[in-house]
């Protein structure tokens, strides 16, 4: 048996990795334990974006709109490797119309009952300014207007559409984040444990005592479950806390399609149901389309975007692009489902989105997870701390807030000058290359690339600059163990590798992980 720490998180997550870095940066001692890879499950399907949800305003949670817009920043000063500014056109279209259940569209409804549900264009004005303004934003622009005839912004789009509003939030690289608050977890001292299933947590007089799958045990004075969607097994299978709290398990599907649009900006388009969709650049070459709001029912695990979801998707992105976009043009899908409050709303999308924190202090204290935005992830680990800190006297001040992850330690309009100088250091590298190092590795592209004086010294190329330099780096600092780890995880370079280049990554890494 292990020896007792302060915490024990079941969870290798954006939620259970920040509070594992929150916790070990306050002096807390930390493991963490996660049934398969980091970010493996939903912390790696989201949208990819830091943002503040501006189609939460018309359910007025104003405290979740804030909290997210305000941290906005913050997180892009933390990690400009992995998350940059992006400005996101939001045509109007004059069938634009609101969620039927929202709060805000059954005031509409009662004092403006002609316009049958349309949002109209004083209504968004209203709302792009609370969004300029909730927050405190000192980085990105605030919203902006112009007609889309003449503009790039406008020659992807339908004819019909004139005009749009033009507002700003921030890409993030969602599994390279939860990998580097790991990482970071792991530099104070987190022991951080993946393809580490737990069995049974008991309480047993101050202490939880924790049995793993592979019959290992731990013993921690806290527990936290941040599970995710399995949050529900954990307090009634694994830990079997005397708990009614229910999670809705909702299903958020993205396709990946070959370019739509030839600019850096994204777009918002809202649909005649009242729902919306983003049209986002990705990873160079492609567009990501997303996302659904579907009642899941099966294994989280099992989660995949339906055919029916797809061309929901497709068909959405057609009512706005001149050129419509078809199932031929997907070249890769994703679903991830997010563990919901089950606060009894009427519908998947009308589901809080903000997160519940749950203590049981029948015993040794267990706090759980529910929710969350990956935006306010760092505010989430702050406040599960704050409602432990009772029962760990010894725990430090926060201290996250100013704090750069691995690699983010640079300016935020710093990349272009990190790139030059890398190329400078390594004259062997393309452009693309070298832009894809820093945005993945930051400061730390250089340390992946050691004393390489050529390609030749990183060994072997498997397609799309991926090295077997690299891959160990993934190997031996990022937990990876498998291809998919390695190309869809802690890169996307699955998009760019046939079947034959995939699986020589895969045997390469299995005799890594033999000769180690």
């Known amino acids: ?11 290798g997550g954006i939620n259970g990795c920040g509070i594992a870095r929150d916790a070990a940066g ?32 018309e359910f007025l949670e104003l405290r979740l709109v804030r909290e997210a817009l ?15 500014p992006m400005r996101f056109v939001l045509p109007l279209d004059p069938e634009m119309r609101f969620e039927s259940h929202t709060p805000v569209s059954r005031i509409m409804q009662a004092i403006m009952p002609w316009q049958r549900g349309r949002r109209p264009n004083l209504m968004i004005r209203a709302g792009l300014f609370l969004y300029d303004n909730l927050g405190k934003r000192r980085i990105l622009p605030g919203t902006d207007s112009y007609p889309l005839h003449g503009r790039p912004e406008g020659a992807p789009l339908q004819p019909r559409l004139a005009r749009a509003y033009e507002y700003s939030d921030c890409w993030v690289d969602d599994a390279r984040l939860v990998v580097l608050n790991a990482r970071d977890a792991a530099a104070r001292g987190a022991d951080i444990l993946t393809r580490a299933r737990v069995a049974e947590a008991r309480r047993q007089g101050d202490l939880w005592h924790i049995r793993m799958q592979d019959g290992s045990s731990h013993r921690a004075r806290l ?4 599970a995710g969607p399995w949050v529900g097994d954990v307090i009634r299978g694994i830990a079997r806390l005397p708990s009614d709290e229910g999670v809705r398990l909702v299903r958020g599907s993205h396709i990946i399609t070959r370019s739509l649009f030839d600019h850096g900006k994204s777009y918002f388009f809202q649909g005649p149901d009242g729902r919306i969709i983003f049209a986002i650049p990705y990873e160079g070459d492609f567009t990501l389309i997303g996302t659904t709001d579907v009642d899941h029912a099966g294994a989280p695990g099992e989660a995949r975007c339906s055919d029916a979801e797809r061309d929901y998707l497709l068909a959405f992105a057609a009512r706005y692009f001149r050129r419509p976009p078809t ?19 009427k519908s998947a999308t009308a589901a809080t989105r903000d997160y519940v924190l749950s203590l049981d202090e029948s015993g040794p204290p267990c706090l759980s997870v529910f929710g ?58 393309t452009a693309g290359w070298a832009n894809r190092l820093v945005r993945a590795y930051g400061t730390e592209a250089a340390a992946v690339l050691g004393g390489a004086a050529g390609p030749a010294d990183l060994g072997r190329d498997f397609g799309a600059t991926l090295t077997e330099a690299e891959l160990r780096w993934m190997m031996t600092r990022e937990w990876a163990r498998t291809a998919d780890d390695a190309l869809w995880r802690r890169s996307k370079l699955g998009l760019r590798l046939d079947a034959a280049q995939q699986a020589a990554v895969a045997a390469f890494m299995e005799s890594e992980r033999a000769a180690a």
């Open 1 to 11: 048996m292990s020896e007792t720490t302060d915490l024990f998180i079941i969870g």
């Open 26 to 57: 306050r002096g807390l001692s930390v493991r963490l334990a996660e049934q398969g890879d980091l970010a493996g499950a939903t912390s790696s399907a989201s949208t990819k974006l830091f943002h503040g949800g501006l189609r939460y305003l």
């Open 70 to 84: 305000q941290e906005r920043e913050t997180l892009l000063r933390a990690m400009p490797h992995i998350s940059w």
């Open 223 to 226: 527990l936290v479950n941040a």
């Open 327 to 345: 199932a031929a043009d997907v070249v890769w899908t994703y679903s991830g489902v997010r563990p919901l409050y089950d606060d009894g709303a």
């Open 372 to 429: 969350g935005k990956i935006t306010t992830y760092r505010r989430l680990a702050e406040s599960a701390l704050e409602r432990i800190a009772p029962h760990a006297p010894r725990m430090g001040a926060p201290w996250t807030a100013g704090a750069a992850l691995p690699g983010g330690d640079f300016p935020v309009d710093g990349a272009p000058e990190l790139i030059a100088r890398l190329r400078a250091a390594y004259p062997f590298l």
